[in-house]
């Protein structure tokens, strides 16, 4: 499985971005799947999460409210819409997925990342 971020860039605080991921050699039908954000100097951190099925729906609590992930089977895609953006948003973001049901936090395919850069 290939996974392929793009949409991220430079915006200003308060501003919005749609990121996207699609995936090739699966469907993203039977996985689930997620988004994680790596800030210069700190470790990789969780985003947002989809469940296989979109049961299940998980964001950080600092994204809460301003982040949505969501996912178009027809597109074999998945988005993180990015509102109301901080500067602490600032991060290389990494759309991930797994063959297991909810996996939490730990996934196992990733893709390569695209740079989101929030200006005060």
């Known amino acids: 499985v290939q996974l392929q971020a793009s949409g991220g860039g430079l915006v200003q605080a308060g501003g919005s971005l749609s990121l996207t991921c699609t995936a090739s050699g699966r469907t993203f039908s039977s996985m689930a799947t997620a988004w994680f954000r790596q800030a210069p100097g700190k470790e990789r951190e969780f985003v947002a999460s989809l469940s296989m099925g979109n049961r299940y729906i998980k964001y950080a609590d600092s994204v809460k409210g301003r982040f949505t992930i969501s996912r178009d089977y027809a597109k074999n895609t998945v988005y993180l819409q990015m509102n109301s953006l901080k500067p602490e948003d600032t991060a290389v973001y990494y759309c991930?997925?797994?063959?297991?049901?909810?996996?939490?936090?730990?996934?196992?395919?990733w893709g390569q990342g695209t740079q989101v850069t929030v200006s005060s």
């Open positions: 991930a997925a797994d063959d297991r049901y909810n996996p939490g936090t730990s996934y196992y395919y």
